[in-house]
């Protein structure tokens, strides 16, 4: 059981837990979860990780379709700038692989981004703690539990 999956457990947050069979060869995570899980990639966003200028992390969530913007990130944070974490610091701040990243039960609580587009939908997909399984829950629950900001941060 992931940390994901133990914290939805401890809360009132209504989910849905789907596993696939994850290919080893596969490089897009994101993209071979929608395709497995047959939902569009805007409904299905991954977990990114950044650095701002004074060394502090920071979560941005996107859809899988699109990109970050560091740009943008970096405006919703109040920073001058940022860029992607390294995978190492990655692992080791969320406690989580590659490719397997949750935003929730994270070993360090980082603020956090949503791409305002999650709010177009019902429900979302993001990842549950390790490769081959996602959560699908509301975009405001994810919200609130994380106490982030949905914000304009892909492109």
Same mark, same amino acid.
């Given at each position: 059981?992931?940390?994901?999956?133990?914290?939805?457990?401890?809360?009132?947050?209504?989910?849905?837990?789907?596993?696939?069979?994850?290919?080893?060869?596969?490089?897009?995570?994101?993209?071979?979860?929608?395709?497995?899980?047959?939902?569009?990639?805007?409904?299905?966003?991954?977990?990114?990780?950044?650095?701002?200028?004074?060394?502090?992390?920071?979560i941005?969530?996107?859809?899988?379709?699109?990109?970050?913007?560091?740009?943008?990130?970096?405006?919703?944070?109040?920073?001058?700038?940022?860029?992607?974490?390294d995978?190492?610091?990655?692992?080791?701040i969320? +406690?989580?692989?590659?490719?397997?990243?949750?935003?929730?039960g994270?070993?360090?609580?980082?603020?956090?981004?949503?791409?305002?587009?999650?709010?177009?939908?019902?429900?979302?997909?993001?990842s549950? +703690?390790?490769?081959?399984?996602?959560?699908?829950?509301?975009?405001?629950?994810?919200?609130?539990?994380?106490?982030?900001?949905?914000?304009?941060?892909?492109?």
């Amino acid at each position: 059981m992931t940390p994901c999956m133990r914290l939805l457990k401890k809360t009132k947050i209504e989910y849905k837990l789907v596993q696939y069979s994850h290919d080893d060869a596969c490089e897009s995570y994101g993209e071979e979860a929608a395709r497995k899980l047959g939902v569009a990639q805007e409904k299905v966003f991954k977990t990114l990780v950044v650095v701002t200028e004074n060394k502090e992390f920071a979560i941005g969530i996107v859809p899988v379709s699109k990109k970050l913007s560091l740009k943008a990130m970096a405006k919703a944070l109040g920073a001058k700038k940022i860029a992607m974490a390294d995978a190492r610091d990655v692992e080791k701040i969320t +406690g989580y692989v590659l490719g397997g990243v949750s935003p929730l039960g994270q070993k360090k609580k980082l603020k956090t981004m949503i791409d305002e587009s999650a709010k177009e939908f019902d429900s979302i997909f993001v990842s549950a +703690g390790k490769r081959g399984l996602e959560v699908e829950l509301s975009p405001k629950d994810l919200q609130e539990s994380m106490q982030a900001k949905f914000e304009n941060i892909a492109i």
